[in-house]
């Protein structure tokens, strides 16, 4: 049995399948028609289209959330993505109407102009909780987006600057020796309530894993509704028991989950688009 597990690196672990048969690493599935079906970036692609869409582009990245919330803070980092920028701007200038649903959405209505703006794709990678049994040929999701600090959020991206002074001086000494950090944390709070996890099943007859290069991710489809961001910053002092100066920004994007796939970030392909958030 092959798993994988979640993490910012990709960890294997290798188990013998007694009753369900062995469980093999994913691969791509074929590529015929990638070319005229792959999605070359988020930034610039309307919900719909990434909605409907049968490949992605290979190593998508889909939109940075941190630049999605440094336009929406109104301080563009140097370098962002203009068209992430100006979507912001856009759909901040109209006033704010939720989705339709019903006989509009049944009857396969585009979105309105503002909604689509509204549209952002986050990818997460992730390396455990997914596995395919090919006996039966079913391929199992269940993988956790919590955010380490706060269960009820999705965590987006996280970066951290600086050492920690953590068994290498005390408290005193820790900002004069530079033992300075800073965590920036970018969130989604789900309008769905507490539901951070990732999950489904889905038979795939045809599922080939022959190739598979274990390079997964999951990709959230959003759609932001007020108040869009809030941001967080606390700081805290050096303690013996934490001799390090830590600030930490905590921002929190809102909105609702719209869909939920299964890729391989590599080669583009879509595994699966039939997954679903549950507590």
């Known amino acids: 049995m092959l798993l994988l597990n979640r ?32 999605v070359e970036g988020a930034s610039s692609t309307s919900a719909q289209v990434i909605l409907s869409a049968n490949a992605l582009a290979p190593n998508f990245t889909g939109d940075d959330p941190a630049q999605v919330r440094d336009a929406l803070a109104g301080h563009p980092a140097p370098g962002q993505s203009a068209s992430i920028t100006n979507r912001v701007r856009a759909f901040l200038s109209r006033p704010f109407h939720k989705a339709q649903k019903g006989a509009s959405a049944a009857s396969g209505a585009s979105q309105p102009r503002e909604q689509t703006e509204r549209t952002f794709t986050f990818v997460i ?29 999705i965590l987006l991206k996280q970066t951290v600057k600086g050492q920690s002074g953590r068994k290498l001086v005390v408290a005193p000494e820790a900002k004069e020796k530079g033992f300075v950090q800073t965590f920036d944390v970018i969130q989604l709070k789900p309008q769905s309530g507490i539901k951070t996890t990732v999950s489904g099943r889905i038979v795939l007859p045809s599922f080939d894993h022959a190739h598979g290069n274990g390079d997964f991710a999951i990709v959230l489809i959003c759609s932001l509704a007020p108040p869009y961001l809030t941001d967080d910053i606390e700081h805290s002092a050096p303690t013996d028991e934490e001799p390090t100066d830590i600030t930490r920004r905590t921002s929190t994007l809102n909105g609702r989950v719209d869909a939920a796939w299964l890729i391989d970030r590599k080669e583009g392909t879509i595994i699966t688009k039939r997954l679903h958030l549950v507590k």
């Open 7 to 38: 993490g910012r690196g990709a960890a294997l672990c290798m188990t013998c399948a007694l009753s369900c048969g062995p469980v093999c690493t994913f691969a791509a599935a074929p590529h015929g028609g990638h070319a005229a079906s792959a």
């Open 125 to 153: 990678p992730v390396s455990y909780g997914v596995r395919y049994l090919s006996r039966k040929k079913v391929l199992s999701v269940n993988v956790s987006l919590a955010a380490p600090e706060n269960p009820d959020a």
